[in-house]
């Protein structure tokens, strides 16, 4: 019985930076794995980045080198911090996280202008 909600989306120039956050409410426990994912209208949603409970880390090769995926278990808290922004990020993004069962936050729009 966990609650995820995203925040942190709006809308950037191409070459900016965006924070996406998303906090977890409810009976948290061992959430082993936590990622982001996006989709676009017209595609299927994608793994952006995921990371596990131990700090392990990937990444889609699309967003290496421009995008950080971290946790703070203390906090229940997932951020990715997205750089180097490009027209083709602009999506939904999607907060998923695993323990015993599967969760999905909400999302939160990302849109990038050229």
């Known amino acids: 019985q966990v609650q995820l909600r995203e925040s942190g989306g709006g809308l950037v120039q191409a070459g900016g930076s965006l924070r996406l956050s998303c906090a977890a409410s409810g009976m948290i426990v061992s959430l082993n794995t936590m990622a982001w994912y996006r989709q676009a209208p017209g595609n299927q949603r994608e793994l952006v980045a995921s990371i596990t409970s131990s700090g392990r880390t990937n990444y889609a090769d699309s967003v290496q080198g421009r995008f950080t995926i971290s946790r703070d278990n203390a906090k229940s808290t997932l951020i990715l911090q997205m750089n180097s922004l490009k027209p083709e990020d602009t999506a939904v993004y999607y907060c998923?996280?695993?323990?015993?069962?599967?969760?999905w936050g909400q999302g939160t729009q990302v849109t990038v202008s050229s």
């Open positions: 998923y996280a695993v323990g015993g069962r599967a969760y």
